[in-house]
T-cell receptor, first 113, second 116 residues
Framework: SAVISQKPSRDICQRGTSLTIQCQVD?????MFWYRQQPGQSLTLIATANQGSEATYESGFVIDKFPISRPNLTFSTLTVSNMSPEDSSIYLC??????????FGQGTRLTVV | AQSVAQPEDQVNVAEGNPLTVKCTYS??????LFWYVQYPNRGLQFLLKYITGDNLVKGSYGFEAEFNKSQTSFHLKKPSALVSDSALYFC??????????????FGTGTLLAVQP
C-alpha cells in the first residue's frame, strides 16, 4: 500500500487569497487524483493529475480556479485560487499504483472567511 | 454511466451483532468494487476489493463483502460489530475497461453506529 502525506492538514484563509495543498506519496504511482468532500458527504472528483502534462478536470472544475501540478511520479499540488466561502471543504489527495485500489491522504480541511 | 447506490444513510447495530452495509452498482462490463472507511477528521482507508474470482472477499478488521452479479450488489458485512467500527463507509466502483484512467465513483456513504 502507498502512504500519502498531505499538508497542510487544515487552514483558515481570507477570501480572495489562494492556498496550495501538497501531496507526497512514498512510492511511485501511476495515477494521482484530487477530490473535494463536504464533511460527512461523498467525494467529488476535481481532476486527475497527469505527470508532465496538464491535469484532466471534471465537469464544473476549471484550471484557473484549481491549478494542479505533478512534476514527478510521487508529488502533486492543488491550488485553490481566489477563494470564497463556498470553497470551504475538505480536499483529499489520492493515488493509485500497480494495484487496483486507490489510497488517500488525511485530507486538508479548508475554511474560507 | 457508472453509479453506486448506498440506500441507507445510517445503520444502527448493537455491539456483538452482525452488521450489513448495502451497496448496489451500475457499470458497463465487469466491475472493480471497493469499500472504504472514514473515521472522523481522517482520510479514507481501504478495506477490501473485488476484482475477479471468489465472490466472497475478506478485508481488514474482520470485514468481508459478497459480490452478487445478478443483483449487482456488493454488501459489506461483519459477523460481530464493535463500537470501534462506528464510522462512515463508502462503496466505490470502477469499470475494468479503458485502461488506467477509469475513474472511481463513490456512493453517498453510510454512517455505521454501533451501540455498546
Amino acid at each position: 500500500s502507498a502512504v500519502i502525506s498531505q499538508k497542510p492538514s487544515r487552514d483558515i484563509c481570507q477570501r480572495g487569497t489562494s492556498l496550495t495543498i501538497q501531496c507526497q506519496v512514498d512510492s511511485q504511482v501511476t495515477m494521482m487524483f484530487w477530490y473535494r468532500q463536504q464533511p460527512g458527504q461523498s467525494l467529488t472528483l476535481i481532476a486527475t493529475a497527469n505527470q508532465g502534462s496538464e491535469a484532466t478536470y471534471e465537469s464544473g472544475f476549471v484550471i484557473d480556479k484549481f491549478p494542479i501540478s505533478r512534476p514527478n511520479l510521487t508529488f502533486s499540488t492543488l491550488t485553490v485560487s481566489n477563494m470564497s466561502p463556498e470553497d470551504s471543504s475538505i480536499y483529499l489527495c489520492s493515488a493509485r499504483g500497480q494495484g487496483l485500489e486507490a489510497f488517500f491522504g488525511q485530507g486538508t480541511r479548508l475554511t474560507v472567511v | 454511466a457508472q453509479s453506486v447506490a448506498q440506500p441507507e444513510d445510517q445503520v444502527n447495530v448493537a455491539e456483538g451483532n452482525p452488521l450489513t452495509v448495502k451497496c448496489t452498482y451500475s457499470v458497463s462490463g465487469n466491475p472493480y468494487l471497493f469499500w472504504y472507511v472514514q473515521y472522523p477528521n481522517r482520510g479514507l482507508q481501504f478495506l477490501l476489493k473485488y476484482i475477479t474470482g471468489d465472490n466472497l472477499v475478506k478485508g481488514s478488521y474482520g470485514f468481508e463483502a459478497e459480490f452478487n452479479k445478478s443483483q449487482t450488489s456488493f454488501h459489506l458485512k461483519k459477523p460481530s460489530a464493535l463500537v470501534s467500527d462506528s464510522a462512515l463507509y463508502f462503496c466505490a466502483v470502477r469499470a475494468n475497461y479503458g485502461g488506467a484512467t477509469n475513474k472511481l465513483i463513490f456512493g453517498t456513504g453510510t454512517l455505521l453506529a454501533v451501540q455498546p
